[in-house]
Structures are given as C-alpha cells and as structure tokens.
C-alpha cells in the first residue's frame, strides 16, 4: 500500500489499536438510538430535567468534528438521519478507552453508549460512558465545509460524498422511495412486474445506436438491450394482461447533463387498453409521486414553477410546429417541406425520404425547448414510430405521444400495433432506413412477427424514464446527481 503522510500516520493508529483491541474490525455493537429520534423526544427538555432523568441511549456513527485535549472532548457524530453530539471525559471512562479516545480521527466509526445531557449552550449531547471502536478511517475526510466541489469527483467517489453530503443521501433516499412506490402503485392497479433478457440477439423496441457483445459459447455477436418492449409485449399475447418492467438499458450514446449510456426506465403493457389508457397512467403515476414523496404538487425545477396537477395538456405536433414556425404540416407537400427546413435551418438526414421525418425534426429543433409545463405531443408521424399503430383512417399519423416538461422529454407510449403484416411492413421500413445510413433503425424480428401472428390484443404501451423523473422530482440539474455511479472514463 502506498499511503501519503496522513494516511501513513493513521495506519499507525491502525497498529496501536490493533494492540489495544485483540478484536479490532470483528466488534461491533447496534445502536438502540438514531440522532433525529433523540432531537425530536428529548430537544425541548432543559438541562436540569435531562439530569433529572438520567435518560440512556447510544448512537453509531462517523466522527465529524473533535474539539478539546487533555481530559474532556467533545465530538460531532454522523450517522444516518443527522448529527449528535458527544461529550467524552477521561474520568469517566476506562482507562483503556481513554487510550482509544487519543486515537480518534475524522471519518472512524464508532458506538457510543450513555445518558443525555445538555451544555450550556442548549445542545443536546450524549454524554459517552462507553464506546466501541468500529472502523478507523485511513483516509481523511475532505474539509467539512466544502467537501468534494468537482462533479466528476463526486461521481468517481460517490462513497465520500454520501459521508460528507446529507442532500446527496437525501435525494438517493428519494429515489429509492420513488422506485418502490412506482411498484406499489402498479401493483395495486393489477400489474405483474417481469424480468425480460438484457443480452438481445436482434436489435429492435426503440430507435438507438446499441452496445456489442460476443456469447463465445454460442458464437454470436448480441446486443445489450435498449428497450424491453418486444418481450414484454410477448407476455401479453402469452396471456398476461397487464405487465411491467423496471430495470436498466443501454445506448451508445454520448454523455451529458441528461444522458448516461446505461440508465433505468420503466416500461408497461395493458391489454385492451390504447394510447389515451396509457397517457392518463403516465400522468397519474407523476402525480401520484409528486404528492406521496414530496407532499405538494408544485415543484421548481432549474428555476422554473411548474405544476404537476391533472390533467396535463396535450397538444399535437402539428399544432405545436406551425404556432411556433408558422409551417403548416398538414397543408404542405414534402417537397415544400425540405424548402421549409432550409429556410428555418433545421437540419435534414439522408433517409428523410417523407414529409414525417421532416415534422419531427422541426419538432425536436424548434418547440421542444419551449415546453415547460407538463404537455403530452400526440400525432407522431408514422415513419419514427414504427411500433405504434397508425390513428384510425390515417395513413401519416400514429397513436402516440410524449410527455414534456422543462423542456425535456419523460414519457412516451402509444397504441401498439398488432397487425403482424402491418408491422413485418415496417420492419421492412426500418431495414431500408438502415441502408440509407441510419444506425438507430430497428432490425427485422421474425420471432416478434411470429407472435402477433398468434394475436396480440388490443394494447397500450408506456415508457418512462425514471433518472429523469428522479431528476425533477428532486430538482437536480444534472443526471450525475441521480446516479449512484454514472459512466465515466476510466481515470488512468
């Protein structure tokens, strides 16, 4: 081991602790007590009452602060739901404990047993009879009022944040919270939740560039999924009517501010339902989260109030394009809609081959920003929405939507198509797509088609993506605040 000063210093503390506990890093205790518990019952008695009830208690936790030498010290404890503070006299305690007490560090962990008081200054202290030395901390602590200041660093080191920074833990405790209570509320709506494979033979159930493997048993190249949706919608011909899954994806992608290449999402099926069925779980399951976790159902996000009350609006694309560019989709040709894109410099791909792709770029280039409270688009084109089916009587238009808020997109569900020629046309489609240099197109899934043949019910789909959701629910600017260890290059 190669330490620096300080860590060569405390690894000989390490020896003389070793010396002076025969079951160093084996003993430990469990602490009967938590710091929020003992504020809440005993802060608002007086000094002379807590000396009058000589009340027990012990805490286990990381040392924050020391303060004080020679026969007292007072100490700062961390644990789990806040601080505490610990008052240690040397003639009070055994002689060997007190020889434990001289090799305190910033950052050990360690249980301590006693009765409540209160100093001078009002601050409830646990007054320490006994302790148990836990773990001594090799590395030191970052300095307590700063702590780890560089966002890569915090991400690389998430263990010394989650010490150091209680809004970090905070909002990890909240994402937990949001994960279970979007199981509990599922499952009280009839939803089993499945496991689909992660390793996909066939690249298919969203458009995205995927991560490559190799099966060396198999002697096959696959596919880290980017989206369950094919298996779980073979679960509902196999019989299931309503089935979710919540779990990670993978897209080889670039990083940013809102992007990491592996990340969560969560995606159900509803037999006998359609797109309206699936927006209206979309928007409750939001609401539903916003009130339960966080007891109000208007938030900020990046310095914006925005309200999660029902309904959210929904508007059509179309709509949406010629309110802000003036271009009217639904009058236009597509040679007129390449003129268009020219003069409002949204940019055009090589396999735009239809007036839909150019609706959906002008919509991703020009509205998308401009959507900040919570608005559902619906009449996606079909051409990016090739499992979706199309709205009754049209040819261009899909029954599909996306949820937008703060600019950013959350949900997307739809209608599914279960046409299984329908959809082997549009697998098709997506095959020329990948021809013409579009590296995100679907590829053709016979075993899919297969099982539409055998009839896939009338469906809804929805999808949403929960680092996002956690994200906004907790009013982080970055997807690195919400992610416990986020993808990173590898530190030489």
């Known amino acids: 081991m190669k330490y620096n000063e300080q860590q060569q210093i405390r690894s000989e503390k390490v020896k003389e602790l070793k010396k002076l506990l025969p079951n160093y890093s084996y003993e430990y205790k469990i602490a009967q007590n938590n710091s929020l518990d003992l504020e809440k019952e005993y802060s608002s008695f007086n000094k002379e009452e807590l000396e009058e009830m000589k009340v027990k ?67 409830l202290t646990l007054r320490a009879l006994e302790i148990t030395f836990i773990i001594k901390s090799i590395s030191p602590l970052p300095e307590k009022f700063h702590g780890l200041k560089d966002e890569e660093e915090i991400s690389r080191r998430r263990y010394v944040d989650l010490i150091m920074s209680k809004d970090s833990r905070d909002r990890f405790k909240i994402r937990s919270q949001i994960l279970n209570e979007i199981r509990k509320y599922l499952s009280e709506k009839g939803f089993l939740e499945f496991e689909t494979p992660i390793l996909h033979s066939i690249l298919g159930g969203a458009a995205a560039k995927p991560f490559i493997t190799h099966h060396n048993a198999l002697g096959e190249d696959f596919y880290l999924r980017i989206a369950p949706e094919l298996y779980l919608k073979r679960l509902i011909v196999g019989g299931f009517p309503k089935v979710f899954e919540m779990g990670k994806l993978f897209r080889n992608e670039g990083i940013s501010y809102k992007h990491n290449p592996e990340f969560t999402s969560l995606e159900t099926y509803e037999a006998f339902a359609d797109y309206k069925d699936a927006l209206n779980l979309a928007q409750s399951i939001i609401n539903h989260l916003a009130k339960e976790i966080l007891g109000t159902e208007e938030i900020e996000y990046n310095d914006q109030k925005i309200s999660l009350k029902l309904p959210f609006k929904q508007e059509k694309m179309s709509t949406l394009v010629k309110e802000i560019t003036g271009v009217d989709f639904e009058e236009i040709t597509f040679e007129e809609a390449k003129i268009a894109a020219k003069k409002h410099d949204v940019p055009l791909e090589k396999h735009y081959s239809t007036k839909g792709y150019i609706l959906n770029a002008f919509f991703e280039e020009k509205v998308e920003d401009k959507l900040i409270q919570p608005t559902f688009v619906i009449g996606y084109p079909v051409e990016v929405s090739p499992l979706a089916k199309l709205s009754h009587g049209s040819t261009e238009i899909t029954d599909r939507f996306e949820l937008f808020i703060g600019a950013r997109e959350y949900a997307n569900g739809f209608s599914e198509l279960n ?74």
């Open 57 to 123: 208690a012990s805490i286990m936790g990381r040392i924050k602060t020391i303060r004080g030498q020679g026969k007292t010290m007072f100490l700062t404890m961390d644990d789990e739901f806040g601080s505490m503070q610990v008052y240690l006299r040397k003639d009070a305690m055994s002689e060997k404990d007190w020889m434990i007490v001289k090799l305190f560090d910033l950052g050990d962990m360690v249980y301590f047993e006693g009765t409540l008081m209160k100093t001078h200054t009002n601050a």
């Open 419 to 492: 046409d299984s020629e329908q959809q082997y046309e549009r697998f098709l489609e997506q095959l020329k797509e990948k021809e013409l240099g579009n590296d995100e197109a679907t590829e053709m899934d016979k075993d899919y088609i297969e099982a539409l043949q055998y009839g896939l019910p009338p469906t809804a789909g929805l999808g949403i993506g929960i680092d996002r959701l956690v994200m906004l629910l907790t009013n982080s600017k970055s997807i690195r605040e919400v992610l416990l260890f986020p993808t990173l290059k590898s530190k030489k």
